[in-house]
Nanobody, 123 residues
Framework: QVQLVESGGGLVQAGGSLRLSCAAS????????MAWYRQAPGKGREFVAR?????????????DYSDSVKDRFTISIDDAKNTVYLQMNGLKPEDTAIYYC???????????WGQGTQVTVSS
């Protein structure tokens, strides 16, 4: 059973930055893609950023983002630490949400979720 543990959330003022981390219980090279989603109060879970790993070398991959965070957020992976990061700059109050890490295991194509970390952006 894969475990994903997020950390790094907190309270920040608008315009500030946070870096979220998601530590995996197994090697991150075992995943075909790793992603971040978020869920704001009263809303459904939405896609934020994804790193597709298949065909890329260590710590590499193809990244894509939702339009709402593009040019402000950056996803990255450190295979040596089995951790995926989400660097969030220029935070806005509408970024307030619980942020979840998601990973798809390469061999089984099964998806796994972390427990989430709260990000609150004050105006």
């Amino acid at each position: 059973q894969v475990q994903l543990v997020e950390s790094g959330g907190g309270l920040v003022q608008a315009g500030g930055s946070l870096r979220l981390s998601c530590a995996a219980s197994e090697r991150t090279v075992n995943f075909s893609n790793m992603a971040w989603y978020r869920q704001a109060p009263g809303k459904g879970r939405e896609f934020v950023a994804r790193m597709t790993r298949v065909g890329y070398s260590e710590s590499g991959g193809y990244s894509d983002y939702s339009d709402s965070v593009k040019d402000r957020f950056t996803i990255s992976i450190d295979d040596a630490k089995n951790t995926v990061y989400l660097q969030m700059n220029g935070l806005k109050p509408e970024d307030t949400a619980i942020y979840y890490c998601f990973a798809v295991r390469l061999t089984t194509m099964r998806g796994y979720w972390g427990q989430g970390t709260q990000v609150t952006v004050s105006s």
